[in-house]
Structures are given as structure tokens and as C-alpha cells.
């Protein structure tokens, strides 16, 4: 399976920082006048940036996917110097990916080199760089108890549309995820109790949303490298919306490991009109 990602030629780039706020993953920053990109990890290879470089200095290449290793990852951000360092670790604490943080400093051991302060103290409090709409947020809600004329919330992550999630993310690791088209949320009054209870969320349009290849390598991500159990694709009666359950389907044959695919559908009015296991 090929990844596509963002690639900075650092001789063209001039530090304009246009495609920082273009990066709705927060995966690209200006460092010591260049744009760098800090998080190979948060980088999903949509392009977007791309169209704001006014010197030609971005492109998007492909390469062979690799299961993340943050090592790796290290051996390239070293070479950016200590700032650059500095952003990625910081980049990692701020989208609580703590495992990987770990493994960042011990890098950083092994080869001599100095752990910024700012991850010495893990009680610092840091603010958060980048897009505030996809900051990845876990949220518990053992506590949350069923009341009176009120359904309480089952969402236990942000972001959750597929473009902006991270298919890496702590919580879609060994998860169970559900794959809702965008309008079965407002169309099923029972949503959260019913569907959304225990699992991962990821919300996609399949006919309005572009470069469904993204979206593909990113369940294809999900399976193979989160280690994602089992997927329930919950999709409209209309037409178009089977795109999301082709996908899933698409994305369990390439995967490296097997997975149970389920497939609710809802009618307009509200009502599940068929519910299968596909595989």
C-alpha cells in the first residue's frame, strides 16, 4: 500500500508560512524560516497546503506505508536541528500520544542528544499550536448517566470527520469503530445510545467529500497499524451512500489482518431498515 505525504523542498520554501493554517492537522510549522513538517504521523497526504506555497517548494509524494515508528520519524526530525525537535515533541504531548513521546526521548537518550525542557516537565502546561478544531481530545465517560428526558453523549474522541482524524490515534487503537455517514447521525434520533455506545467514530459523505483515496489508506491505516477489531459502516438508504460500506469492504481486502465488517442501513425516516455482516 502507498502513503502519500508531504514533501518541502527547503532550498524553494522562503518561510512564508501560508500553508501553516492550511494544515488542518496541525503537522506543519515555521521553523528557523523554513516550513517544516513536524509530525510525519499527523500528515494524511491530502495536499492542502500545497495550493498556498507560492514558491512551488511543497509537493505530494507516495511511498511504501510503513507501520509508524517513531524512531524512524526521529532519525529524519534530528537533522532539523533543536527547534525542530522541540515542535515535534511538543506536538506529541499536545495530541496526548504519549507512547510515542516516550519513544521520541528515548531517541534522544541514545544519542546523546539534550530532551527539551518543555517534555522534562510533564506538568507543564502547554498551548495548544495549530488548528484548535482538530486537536485530538479523548474524553471519559464512565460517569455519564443516563437522566431523565435527556440521552447522554457517547462520543469519547475529537476530531471524527475521516479527512481530519489521525488513523494512528490512542483511541482507535483495538477499537471497535463505527463508520456513519454524515446525515445518519441526524436521521436516527437514537444515535449515541444505539450505534455510537463503546465504539471509535469516523464520519465521512461519500458523494460530497473529495479525494476518497485518503480515505481509503486511512481505514487501510486503522486495520493495520491501530489494530481496529471490527467496523460497523452505518449508512442513508440512498444510493449514493453505499460508496462508505465499498470502501470499508475495499479496505479489510487490503488490509494485512482480517476484520469483521457490519453494515447497518437507515431509511429517511429514521427507522434501520437492514442490518448484515458483510465479512
Not at 149 to 167: A, D
Not at 251 to 274: C, D, Q, S
Request: net charge negative; aromatic share 6%.
Amino acid at each position: 500500500m502507498l502513503r502519500k505525504i508531504i514533501e518541502i523542498d527547503e532550498a524553494k520554501c522562503d518561510g512564508c508560512g501560508n500553508c501553516v493554517p492550511e494544515c488542518h492537522e496541525g503537522a506543519l510549522q515555521i521553523i528557523d524560516g523554513k516550513a517544516r513538517l513536524i509530525s510525519d504521523l499527523f500528515c494524511d497526504g491530502l495536499g492542502a497546503c500545497i495550493g498556498h506555497c507560492p514558491t512551488g517548494a511543497m509537493k505530494v509524494v507516495e511511498r511504501e506505508a510503513e507501520p509508524y515508528n517513531e524512531k524512524i520519524v526521529m532519525e529524519t526530525i534530528v537533522r532539523g536541528g533543536p527547534n525542530v525537535i522541540k515542535a515535534h515533541l511538543k506536538h506529541l504531548k499536545e495530541h496526548e500520544e504519549f507512547e510515542y513521546l516516550s519513544q521520541a526521548v528515548e531517541y534522544l537518550k541514545e544519542h546523546n542528544l539534550e530532551v527539551p525542557s518543555l517534555i522534562k516537565d510533564q506538568n507543564e502546561s502547554i498551548p495548544h499550536s495549530g488548528c484548535p478544531g482538530s486537536r485530538e481530545v479523548s474524553f471519559d465517560q464512565t460517569n455519564n448517566v443516563e437522566s431523565i428526558g435527556k440521552t447522554p453523549t457517547q462520543l469519547t474522541q475529537w476530531p471524527i470527520q475521516l479527512h481530519l482524524v489521525n488513523p494512528s490515534a490512542a483511541y482507535y487503537r483495538s477499537s471497535h469503530l463505527l463508520l456513519a455517514a454524515d446525515c445518519a447521525g441526524f436521521a436516527y434520533p437514537d444515535f449515541h445510545r444505539d450505534f455510537l455506545s463503546g465504539k471509535s467514530l469516523a464520519i465521512a459523505c461519500p458523494k460530497l467529500d473529495t479525494n476518497k483515496q485518503v480515505y481509503l489508506d486511512k481505514l487501510i491505516t486503522m486495520i493495520n497499524s491501530a489494530g481496529v477489531k471490527e467496523i460497523t459502516v452505518l449508512v442513508m438508504q440512498v444510493p449514493c451512500c453505499s460508496g462508505l460500506l465499498q470502501m470499508a469492504t475495499q479496505a479489510a481486502e487490503f488490509a494485512e489482518m482480517n476484520i469483521k465488517i457490519n453494515a447497518v442501513v437507515i431509511g429517511v425516516n429514521g427507522e434501520v431498515l437492514k442490518e448484515a455482516t458483510i465479512q
